[in-house]
């Protein structure tokens, strides 16, 4: 099974990392798959806005809801999760050298998000990068059977990882 994660200390270090990743294979001509995400800063005390860029040229995606002051709920707009999954998971029908998911976060702990579309990868031998947070670690582990390899934050090597992972293009025949 090739799937690998990366946890990155910092706030939002995990999805920069993973937008980094991403970029550099994109100018490298590869067609990774999945989502990378983009936190946007508001003013005052409110959170970050978050959306999602689906690769490898896809829409940015809004998945986070304004609540409100005070508000204390899950921020997450699961219908717009659920938007990019299906993105996702049309892309990868369509041919991807790997994916990305952007995080394995509390939809894929409960079994829902882009866990279908990390297992079609896997069972299709198409390498998988997933960002995890330590609150959902023990979940993924779970997922994965104890059987994805950790990968630290470190964009040189991960790269290293998914070139030697993804699927060389066949040899043209003439």
């Not at 946890?7 to 001509?29: E, I, Q, S, W």
């Not at 409100?68 to 699961?78: E, M």
């Not at 999954?85 to 029908?93: H, Q, R, W």
């Not at 990390?118 to 031998?125: E, F, G, Q, S, T």
Request: with cysteine; proline share 7%; hydrophobic share 50%.
């Amino acid at each position: 099974m090739n799937i690998a994660y990366t946890m990155a200390p910092g706030r939002g270090d995990t999805d920069m990392l993973l937008a980094g990743v991403a970029r550099a294979l994109l100018a490298a001509g590869h067609a990774p798959a999945g989502t990378v995400q983009i936190n946007t800063e508001r003013p005052g005390d409110h959170p970050c806005d978050m959306d999602v860029q689906v690769l490898p040229a896809g829409p940015v995606i809004r998945i986070s809801q304004t609540l409100g002051a005070g508000a204390r709920g899950c921020r997450l707009d699961a219908s717009a999760l659920e938007e990019a999954v299906a993105l996702v998971g049309a892309d990868l029908a369509n041919g991807a050298d790997c994916l990305i998911v952007n995080k394995f976060g509390k939809h894929e702990a409960e079994g829902r998000g882009f866990r279908p579309v990390i297992a079609d990868a896997l069972m299709r031998d198409i390498p998988v990068l997933v960002g995890i947070n330590a609150l959902n670690r023990a979940a993924f582990e779970a997922f994965t059977d104890g059987l994805a390899m950790y990968l630290p934050p470190d964009a040189a090597e991960i790269e290293a990882w998914l070139r030697g992972a993804m699927v060389p293009p066949l040899a043209e025949t003439a």
